[in-house]
C-alpha cells in the first residue's frame, strides 16, 4: 500500500503536499487545505494500521494537544479518519528543527541556547500542570516559527507529543522503553520510570548539545552503551561559566527528585541570561574515548536483566551486541516504541554441591514456593470464612451511607476552549456531599453565566436543596434561558483567565449508599449539563460559553474600493448558525455583545486580517479592515478567543464605475 503520494486527497478537506519528516509511528507531510491554507498532516504508517497500542496513543496525540493550548506548543486543528488512514491536521511550522539548526551551524551562542531552552521549558510546565509528560523531547522536536537567521524570542513550537502519556499521577510505570536514547532520562533506563523529571533530563540533554554541538553521551559503542550512560556515567564538563555548568549539572542530575521543575528551570535560565550576554559560542566540542563513573549506577532495566548482563550489554562492541539486550533503535537520536524484550527463565530444579548443601536459598526452592502457596490458600479461605461469618449490618469498608467516598470526573475541551472537572466528596458524619467544580480555559479569558444541573441521588427523586460559594448562584429559568432543565443551576460572575482556572464549590445533602451509585450520581449531572448544554432544539444565546460550536465570518459578496469591509461574526450553536444574534459587527458601532465578552474578553480577543494579499487594509486595532485593490476573489480571516484560523468565504472588489 502507498503510504501518500502528491495532490492525494486526504478526507474530503485536504490535499497531500510534500512530505517534509518522518517519526516513530507517522510521517509528517504539508497538505492544503479547500481554501488555500497550508497546514502540516501527520499521517500514521500503513504497516501500523492494525496494532491496537500504536493506534491508540496516535489517535490520543489530538486529545493531548487540544488540551495544551499555549504559544509554545504547535497547535492542533482537525483529525483526519479516513478508512485505515488517520491523520492529524497541525499548523504548518515553517521555520525547520532546532536539529537542522545544530546541523547546520553546531554550538549556538550561550544567550539563545538558554533562551531557546527556557522557551520549551515553558511549554512542558503547562503539559505538566495538566499531567501530560511529553516523553521525547530532542531537536527534531522542537520547531521555529521562522527560519534561524531571523529566528527571535517566543519562536519556539514543542511538537510530537503523540507518544506522551496523561497520567493522573506524577510518575508511574511504562510497558516498554519509549524515547530516544541519546534523551533518555536514567529512570527510564534503569527502572522503566517515566515522568516531568524525565522531561526536565531531556532538555537538559538538548541545552547541552545547543552548547557543546553533541549530547553529554555520546561516543563509541552501541546505541544500548549510549543509553546506559545516562545511568553509569557523568556529564563530561563542557567550558561554560560555573553557574550554567551548575544549572546544567542540576537538571542531568541522575536522581529525579533532584531536578528542577520545568518552571522552575526556565526561571533560572532566564535569570542566567544576563552573565552570558555577548558570550560567543563554543567550538564543537568531541565526545571523550572513555566516561567517569558515577559512585553507584542504577543497574536493573525492568527488572529483566542482572548486573552483570546490563554491564556487559552496554560494553559489547557494536558487532557482538547479542540478541538478548533491549533492541533501541538504528541510531541514538530515532525515537523508539517498543516493549523491553523480557526472557523466560526455566525452572530450575533443587541442586545440592557435594558435601549436600543447598547451592540456591530456600526460599527459590520447589519446596518452598509449594508452602507459600498453601499459605496463600490458607489466608483467603480464612478471609472469605470471615466474609461469611460476618454480621449482615456490619457496615463494609468501600460504601454505604457509614463510609467516606470521593469521585471525580474530568471533562474534554468544548469548542470554545473550556473545559470542566468535577469532584465529589461524601462525609457521613454530615450527610452531605462536597462538590467542587472546576473550570479551565485554554487560549482566551472566559466569563458569564454557566449551568450546572446537581440532580437528586436517583432518577425521579426532588431535586437537592444545593448551597453554593464561589460564585453568584440562582435557579435556572427557561423562561430567561431557554433551557427547560430540571434541578439546573445558574452561575454566573465567573471570570477564567487565559490558561488559568476557577472553582466553584457546592454542598449538597444527599447520601450515595455506595461507591457505584456516587459515581453514577456525578456522571448524571456531568451528562445532564452536557445534553441541556448541546441540544440542538433550544434557541437563544445564553450560556456561550458551554453552548458555543463554532463562528461563521460574513461578508457582503461585492465591496466597492475604497471602503470600509461589513463583516458579520455570526455564532454558531447546536441548533445552527444564528444570524438574528451576530456576534460582532465590524465596523462597530456602540459596546461589543455579552456573547462576545464571554467567549473573548470582548474586542481584546478579536482579531481581522487580510485573505487576499494586500487587498485589504488592516487598521491597527485588528477591527477595522477596508477594501483598498480590484480583486475578482478575496477573503478576511478571524480569530474569535479559542476559535483562530476564521475565514469568510468569497467576495468581490471592485470599482465605483464597474458598480
Known sequence: MQFAQTGQALGASYRFGDRVGSGAVGE??????????????????????????????????????LGLQDSHIVTVRDMVVEGSRLAIVMDYVAGGSLRDVVQATGPLRPADALTVAAEVYDALALAHSRGVTHRDIKPDNVLLARPWAEWGPGDVRVSDFGIADVVGERIRQTTGLIGTPQYMPPELISQGRSGPPGDVYSTGVLLYELLAGRTPFAGPGTDFSVAYRHVSSRPPRIPVADPLWQILDALLSKEPDQRPTAREAAATLRRLLPSVDGAEAMARSEAPEDFTDVERPATVVRGAFSDSELEAFAAAPAADAGQDAPELGEAGSATIVRSIPRREVPTTPDVRSEDGTDTVPFWRTRKAMILAGSAALLLVAMVGGFAV????????????????????????????????SRAASYEPSSGQVRLTITYSAQKAPLSGEFLEIVPGLVAGEACPAVTWSGASVSRNQASLTGLDVECGWRLSGLKIPAGGRAEVTATVPVSPGDQKSFDAWLRAGSEATTAA????????????????????????????????????????????????????????????????????????GLRFSDGCGGALAVDSSGLTVTALQITPQCTVRASVGNFTELQSPSFAITSRENS
Do not use: C
Not at 31 to 59: C, I, M, N, Q, Y
Open 28 to 65: 509528517v507531510w504539508t497538505v492544503t487545505s479547500a481554501d488555500g491554507a497550508t497546514f502540516a498532516a501527520k499521517v500514521l504508517r500503513p504497516e501500523h494500521a492494525d496494532d491496537p497500542s500504536l493506534v491508540e496513543r496516535f489517535v490520543r496525540e489530538r486529545s493531548v494537544l
Open 389 to 420: 461469618l460476618a454480621p449482615a449490618d456490619q457496615p463494609q469498608a468501600n460504601g454505604g451511607a457509614g463510609a467516606q467516598l470521593s469521585t471525580q470526573l474530568q471533562g474534554t475541551a468544548l469548542p470554545t476552549g473550556l473545559t470542566i
Open 533 to 604: 448544554t448541546q441540544d440542538p432544539a433550544v434557541k437563544g444565546t445564553s450560556y456561550p460559553v458551554q453552548r458555543l460550536t463554532g463562528v461563521e465570518v460574513h461578508t457582503p459578496t461585492r465591496v466597492v474600493t475604497p471602503s470600509p469591509l461589513r463583516i458579520t461574526l455570526v455564532p454558531v450553536w447546536a441548533s445552527g448558525a444564528d444570524e438574528l444574534n451576530p456576534l460582532y459587527v465590524s465596523p462597530a458601532s456602540g459596546k461589543p455583545s455579552q456573547m462576545l465578552d464571554s467567549v473573548s474578553d470582548g474586542e481584546k
